[in-house]
């Protein structure tokens, strides 16, 4: 089955800097590739995804970039704020979405 | 107001006794699914309903069980049989196979004394 992995485990940025979320995918017909963010003591929500015939997509500050030839994708979210600090999962699935495999996840902290 | 409900959001049980957890959706979405949340180990998928009667074993599947006897139920009972099974499950109902956004509910802490 798919395997997703996720990194870094953490991560602390200063306000106004930069962050990236990497993850790397073990199937080569994973064709949909989501990512979720679930602040503390809330509900995991959709903030962005990408479809395999894409190769980037941008949302304001996110943006999401995917190399299918590594099989690997990228959550980069510019200009942070301290909303910005939640969990963020990284997840694929083949065909038709019905069945999602998430990352570990990653911890990210933003400091004022 | 449109949404996954579950209940109870804290459950504490004894070693060797099955509890139930609801997951109750007013969405009209086809497909349901059950995911564990560990600390380090994301989101673990369980069981998935695409369909009423029907139901389909995730990666994690052993010790559990569900039933899909309505489109807007979809329980979860961790029976004994499941050796770890303190952890925070997440119920989540997919919009469309189309849209791939999961909606998740608010999750369920259970704790075994």
């Known amino acids: 089955g798919e395997n997703v992995e996720q990194h870094p485990s953490t991560l602390s940025v200063q306000e106004g800097d930069s962050a990236v979320i990497k993850c790397t995918y073990s199937?080569?017909?994973?064709?949909?590739f989501p990512w979720y963010k679930q602040e503390l003591g809330k509900r995991p929500q959709l903030i962005i995804d990408i479809r395999s015939n894409v190769g980037e997509k941008k949302d304001q500050r996110i943006a999401v970039t995917l190399n299918k030839t590594a099989k690997h994708f990228s959550l980069h979210i510019t200009e942070t704020q301290p909303e910005d600090s939640a969990v963020y999962f990284c997840?694929?699935?083949?065909?038709?979405?019905?069945?999602?495999?998430f990352g570990t996840g990653t911890r990210l902290q933003v400091t004022l | 107001d449109g949404g996954i409900t579950q209940s109870p959001k804290y459950l504490f049980r004894k070693e060797g006794q099955n509890v139930t957890l609801s997951c109750e959706q007013n969405l009209n979405h086809d497909a349901m699914y059950w995911y564990r949340q560990d600390p380090g180990q994301g989101l673990r998928l369980i069981y998935y309903s695409q369909i009423v009667n029907d139901f389909q074993k995730g990666d994690i599947a052993e010790g559990y069980s569900v039933s899909r006897e309505k489109k807007e139920s979809f329980p979860l009972t961790v029976t004994s049989a499941q050796k770890n099974p303190t952890a925070f499950y997440l119920c989540?109902?997919?919009?469309?196979?189309?849209?791939?956004?999961?909606?998740f509910g608010e999750g369920s802490r259970l704790t075994v004394l």
């Open positions: 997840a694929a699935a083949t065909g038709t979405v019905s069945k999602l495999t």
């Open positions: 199937d080569s017909a994973s064709n949909y």
């Open positions: 989540a109902s997919l919009a469309g196979t189309n849209t791939g956004e999961l909606f």
